[in-house]
């Protein structure tokens, strides 16, 4: 089952983050990445948009690079205000999680 477009939208910045602080990468291999993730199918009109909203944002750069066998591609990397960023969404998304299971067990948080 994929996840639902609604829920994508909180967290998949915070995957790309995650994910090009893991290595740089360029856009079509993080769109190959997040499908075997298991992200689903995510339309690749949504990451490009996403990875210039976190250059605007100066979260990532990206720097072109020659491939040998065809047109440059464009790798991304974490800058500094980047990996702030992702420890905070990190800290987030582990409360919403812990909250989630407080929920599931029928309990309240500890």
């Keep these: 089952m994929q996840p639902s477009s609604?829920?994508?939208?909180g967290i998949l910045e915070g995957?790309?983050?995650k994910i090009i602080q893991q290595g740089d990468i360029y856009g079509y291999a993080l769109h190959e990445k997040l499908a075997a993730l298991g992200f689903g199918d995510i339309p690749e009109?949504?990451?490009?948009?996403l990875l210039l909203k976190l250059q605007r944002n100066k979260l990532i750069v990206g720097v072109r690079r020659p491939t040998g066998n065809?047109?440059?591609r464009k790798y991304y990397h974490l800058t500094d205000e980047g990996e702030r960023t992702l420890t905070i969404f990190q800290q987030?998304?582990?409360q919403l999680v812990q909250a989630?299971?407080?929920l599931n067990?029928?309990?309240e948080s500890s």
């Design 70 to 72: 065809g047109p440059d």
């Design 45 to 49: 009109g949504t990451i490009y948009p």
């Design 92 to 94: 987030q998304w582990h």
């Design 15 to 17: 995957a790309i983050l």
């Design 105 to 107: 067990q029928g309990g």
């Design 100 to 102: 989630m299971a407080n």
């Design 6 to 9: 609604q829920m994508l939208k």
